[in-house]
């Protein structure tokens, strides 16, 4: 539990959380529109599993252990 907890909390865990929150504020408060929310939030996602996927092949982990 401990290790997936320090997994978490990695700079990139952390910006990915940040930069959703901020999205979701400014789409919130109309200071984006939905189109922009969107386009963004998807990059950043995709970004991020993107980068877990390659960390997880380069481990030579899977889905199983």
């Known amino acids: 539990m401990k290790e997936k907890l320090k ?6 865990s952390i910006m990915t959380l940040l930069l959703t ?3 979701c504020v400014l789409a ?3 200071k ?3 189109d922009q929310f969107v386009t963004i939030f998807t990059v950043i ?6 980068t877990q996927s390659m960390k997880r092949a ?8």
């Open 7 to 12: 997994k978490l909390i990695d700079v990139k």
């Open 32 to 34: 984006v529109s939905a």
């Open 45 to 50: 996602v995709g970004f991020y599993f993107g």
């Open 28 to 30: 919130l408060t109309q």
């Open 21 to 23: 929150v901020v999205f």
């Open 58 to 65: 380069d481990t030579g982990q899977d889905k199983q252990g």
